[in-house]
């Protein structure tokens, strides 16, 4: 996770009991996480509606809000991106002091962005949590509160971008076609499949409509390569799937956090 | 079952029905190349040239075998009813053999054609898939989303169409028990006594 200098100073500010008083950390924890689920909600909202969703927290600064409000915002959404979890959040506070310290140390020689791009260093001693302004209680209630909202947020992160129409629902109808104006025998029977997609941008769902005849049908259904036919026979199906994606993940999983 | 034509179309077919063996064997094969690829007025004229008759006798001719053969196509009659139809409408024993044998030679060609110019709904040609597991996004690191990416092919009067859709493995196994139920009701009860009872 990279910060730029920023955001990590006005992340100090936050930790700061003297710019945010203890009462009011919890609050605002609580606001920055409800804004960023609610992906409706977020910094959209807050532009267009500023008298509700940005409205200051009572007994806390506008200026100072405005900082820290942002400031959170910005780590909540790239913890939640890369999936931070409790221990590398306590890490990423203490970095954040860590990474300061230095861009503050190397001033006008190195441009900031280089030196927050440092690696993380884990080996932070206590001295420096102490710096950084945080106490273990925030820490603590940061940590336990985006633990909770992490799901709902992690999902809201999967819709940002781009995808296929989605199929979620399929209808059919089966139809003997007897005759038409042409012929006077056809006697066949077809089916009208309609296939209902999400194209994620929450306008409903679309239709796909096409007829086929049986023999075509039987071709949809069963995909013939060995290893997905598993996912559409019977019975057996879903721990199937199951089985064969877990197959599939273990080689990935390992490689999760390199 | 007979043929039933109208009296137009019979006085057409009576061109026919008074000449040469050899012009109705020729006018079956422009009949066939008016039912292949339209009209070509040209055809008639050098045709009533060589048969010194007039081009409109010609073409009424060509057209009523022309009909003649559609129809008998569209109806499916089988070689007797197509003979005692010829019969009945006054062709000679010879000139119903031709014709027999053109109809013979041409029932299934002449079938494919009307079935193309039936009405068409978009239909399935083919369908392409793959197994693809989403591992990141710009907006989403470390995630592990299986996805199912299926190029769907169709066909619309001759346009052909493709279309890219996903799906996750949840919604295959739904979607493959609902496509199995449609096949599974081809086979019932129910269905199969109608289909018996059409094809009667």
């Known amino acids: ?258 | 079952m007979l043929l039933i034509l109208d009296e137009e179309h019979k006085s057409h077919l009576t061109y026919l029905i008074e000449t040469d063996n050899g012009v109705v064997e020729e006018f079956g094969r422009i009949a066939m190349e008016f039912i292949r690829n339209g009209p070509n007025p040209k055809l008639y004229q050098s045709a009533a040239q060589k048969l010194d008759s007039d081009a409109t006798k010609v073409r009424r001719a060509v057209e009523g075998l022309m009909h003649l053969l559609t129809e008998a196509t569209r109806l499916e009659l089988s070689e007797i009813d197509f003979q005692d139809s010829v019969i009945t409408l006054g062709f000679s024993p010879e000139k119903k053999e031709h014709m027999l044998q053109l109809y013979i030679e041409n029932r299934k060609e002449i079938k494919n054609i009307l079935l193309e110019m039936c009405m068409d709904l978009p239909h399935y040609r083919n369908l392409e898939w793959r197994l693809d597991v989403e591992v990141a996004s710009r907006s989403l690191r470390h995630q592990v989303v299986p996805s199912i990416l299926m190029k769907l092919h169709t066909e619309d009067n001759g346009t052909k169409t493709t279309q890219v859709l996903q799906t996750d493995p949840v919604n295959l196994v739904h979607l493959t028990k609902s496509l199995e139920q449609a096949l599974a009701e081809v086979k019932s009860q129910h269905c199969r006594r109608i289909i018996r009872n059409i094809n009667k």
């Open chain 1, 1 to 258: 996770m990279e910060l730029s200098t920023e955001v990590l100073q006005s992340l100090q500010l936050a930790g700061d009991a003297a710019s945010v008083p203890d009462k009011c950390f919890s609050p605002l924890v609580t606001r920055v996480l409800k804004d960023c689920s609610s992906a409706s909600a977020g910094p959209r909202a807050i532009a267009s509606k500023p008298s509700v969703t940005g409205k200051p927290l009572p007994g806390l600064n506008a200026g100072i809000f405005k900082q820290v409000y942002a400031a959170l915002y910005t780590m909540v959404l790239e913890a939640s991106k890369h999936d931070l979890d409790h221990s590398n959040f306590r890490h990423v506070m203490l970095r954040g002091r860590t990474l300061l310290f230095l861009a503050e140390v190397k001033g006008h020689l190195r441009s900031p962005e280089v030196d927050v791009q440092k690696p993380c260093n884990r080996n932070i001693s206590s001295a420096v949590l102490e710096e950084c302004k945080y106490t273990p209680d925030r820490i603590e209630v940061f940590a336990k509160a985006f633990e909770a909202a992490k799901p709902q947020l992690r999902a809201s992160l999967s819709d940002v971008g781009s995808q296929f129409p989605h199929i979620v629902d399929v209808d059919w109808r089966l139809d003997y076609y007897i005759k038409n104006n042409h012929l006077d025998k056809v006697n066949e029977p077809t089916y009208l499949v309609t296939l209902k997609t999400e194209e994620g941008d929450g306008q409903g769902t679309k239709d796909i409509q096409f007829a086929c005849s049986i023999e075509q049908l039987q071709v949809i259904k069963k995909p013939s390569v060995p290893g997905i036919s598993s996912l559409t026979e019977d019975g057996m199906t879903s721990f199937l799937v199951v089985l064969f994606f877990r197959r599939l993940y273990a080689p990935l999983i390992g490689s999760r956090y390199h």
